[in-house]
């Protein structure tokens, strides 16, 4: 009934627990004695081929493992719907550690799959996996998100979390509007934060990468009011200062586009957004890296130099870089607190180079 194993994403204090099917089904997953069910103000779900279940961090990092159980649906009706014996099917779980930790960064895959794969597999293994924009090429056709869960199933297995910001490619094509729904999000937003040991995080979403009126667009996005959003956000969770709390030893900000440099047009948009957004994060949470992709290369440019256009205030790590024949290389991070190791692999099970990224 599972297409692959379930991607357990990161998102604020929960994790969400996702999977496709192959068939109409109801879901849920019991943590403990307890059960989280996929269902809808007291319905359970059965039309969508992709099955979501929310679940407090708390309590899958004490449970240590969880059980997908899926009824196969054979006719759902007004009365006396008809269903199969329930399958149960249990995945142990490795919630990230505290100290040092190990994870593993995929963005601009653009649908190389096993490429990637390879790459993180280059790397080792990692305690948690980092999908970061353009996944896919686009969203014309939701077949395509199968490739994100392809990639989560290849190198976590369920057994551990996964965070996942969406990129410029993913807003095009007609599923592009339903992309929260195949993807995790916290209350329908695809900007976040989250906690993974001694980890705090922020997902922010660029967007698209031109204006809005860009012919390219065909007046299909609403990108500058979207971002002004984010703005609210970023306030929000600087008067929360959980990215503060003395448990916290390293404060990440991923992001698919690197939005603290200026980009030649017609990429140079967003000047007052973006430097207000880079003054905030500068000045209040001091992250220890930006994490990021969308530029095809693999760089760690420190915080001064000539890539710095907005005062980014911290190491920017460009960590993916697509190639031709399906190439891919991605970026293995060591994180120990404030030290911070970017190490680059690729497809053909090489290793480029460790770069020290921080202090």
């Known amino acids: 009934m599972l297409k692959t194993a379930p ?35 007291g319905i359970m779900r059965s039309q969508s081929p992709l099955h979501r ?46 100290g040092r930790v190990r994870a593993y960064h995929i963005a601009d895959a653009h649908n190389r799959v096993e490429t990637a794969v390879a790459a993180a597999q280059t790397f080792g293994n990692a305690d948690f996996l980092i999908l970061n924009g353009d996944v896919i090429d686009h969203s014309g056709d939701p077949s395509k998100f199968d490739n994100i869960y392809a990639i989560a199933a290849a190198l976590t297995g369920g057994h551990i979390p996964i965070v996942f910001s ?28 989250f906690r993974l040991g001694d980890i705090w995080g922020m997902v922010l979403d660029c967007g698209e990468d031109k204006d809005d009126g860009h012919a390219e667009y065909g007046h299909t996005v609403a990108c500058h009011d979207f971002r002004l959003q984010q703005t609210a956000f970023l306030k929000e969770e600087i008067a929360k200062a959980d990215f503060a ?37 500068r000045t209040h949470i001091r992250p220890h890296a930006y994490v990021c992709g969308h530029l095809h290369e693999l760089s760690v440019y420190p915080a001064g130099s000539a890539f710095d256009d907005r005062g980014q205030g911290c190491p920017v790590i460009i960590g993916a870089k697509p190639g031709e024949d399906a190439y891919f290389a991605g970026c293995g991070l060591v994180i120990d607190g404030e030290k911070l190791t970017a190490q680059f692999t690729d497809s053909n099970r090489e290793t480029f180079s460790t770069v020290t990224v921080a202090p």
Not at 15 to 32: D, E, H, K, N
Request: with cysteine; glycine share 4%.
């Open 7 to 41: 991607a357990v994403f990161a998102v604020g204090e929960n994790y969400q627990i996702m999977v496709s099917v192959t068939a109409p089904s109801l879901f849920s997953v019991q943590v403990g004695e307890k059960t989280y069910y996929d269902a809808a103000n």
């Open 53 to 98: 279940v929310t679940v407090p961090m708390a309590a899958l990092d004490a449970a240590r493992g969880y059980t997908v159980c899926v009824r196969p649906l054979v006719e759902r009706k007004p009365y006396f719907t008809e269903t199969a014996p329930m399958a149960e099917i249990p995945f142990a779980f490795t919630p990230v550690p505290h």
């Open 166 to 193: 969406r990129g410029n490619h993913d807003m095009r094509g007609n599923f592009a509007e339903q992309f929260a729904a195949y993807t995790p999000a916290e209350n329908g937003k695809t900007y976040y934060t």
């Open 245 to 281: 709390a003395p448990t916290v030893k390293t404060r990440l900000v991923v992001v698919h586009n690197p939005f603290t440099h200026r980009l030649s047009p017609p990429f140079d948009i967003e000047e007052e957004v973006f430097g207000e957004w880079a003054r905030l994060i």
